[in-house]
């Protein structure tokens, strides 16, 4: 029986493009290059740390310091695949490889890119609450906190949202917001703006990008704004998600990577699944925060009505 063709090998670009352009969390996903991959799973990160400074005394030359390299190791946690039989008098036969594109272009438009999202925003939160919950006391600024937002408060808890993690410098920041949370923004009592239509071309552009050259980015899909899903068939918010407003994320700080292991597709006679072609797709990937700056994300989310 001959073998069928993977076809990452083949669209392995153009398969990774239509996944990082339709994901909301397309800033955080980390270049192939940037990670070691020590197999289909596990990948290794390299930390360096030096010693300060130490007092000099004009005896002697300078002092030893020590400089340390540790590897830590991730292992991607999201293991999915499907499987879909497709009627042999459906397909044109010399036509394989763009059938077993467009079949790819859907399920990564319709479904896997949603729910990458979903789980990515779902585990951001989670290793925010984590973080808080280490830290023992409440701290003066939150990691993460239940706010009931309004136009009079949403400025100011966008402001704590940043401050904690506003040391890794703004640049380096993003915060995603819901489109509600977005909306009490523009109306915001905390500061007042004038819009010239005329000289702004006729249009007219309410939303804020930016607070303290921090970037804001507006979540327009809110079903993958959630806390917690059960990702059983596809995703599914559990019974005690919460919707998230606000997450800040310091972006070098985090590991997203999703990697196509194999996208297949079997012609009539390669399987013995009946009289048709039979599309394979399975897929890892993972969020994680590096080991050494736990301290990088807060999420704000809305009270349980």
Known sequence: MPNAINYVDMYQEGLDQALVQGALTADLEAAAGTLNFLNAKTFKVQHLSVSGYKPH????????GSVTTTEDLYTLDQDRDIEFFVDKADVDESNQAASAAN????FTQEHATPEIDAYRFSKLATLAQQYQDSLGTQPAKPYAQELALTTDNVYGAIKDAI???RKYGPQNIIVYVSSETMDLLERSKDFTRKIDVTNNNGTIESRV????????REVWAEERFKTEFDFTEGFVPT???KDIQILGVVKPNIIAKAKFNSVYLFAPG??????GWLYQNRIYHGLFVLKHKQDSITVVTKPAS
Do not use: C, M, W
């Open 270 to 275: 390669q399987h013995t699944e009946g009289d």
């Open 57 to 64: 005394t004009r005896t002697k030359g300078y002092n030893e």
């Open 239 to 241: 019974a005690n998600a």
């Open 163 to 165: 401050f904690p993690i």
């Open 103 to 106: 079949i790819t272009r859907i």
């Open 209 to 216: 990008t930016s607070i303290d050259g921090v970037e804001l």
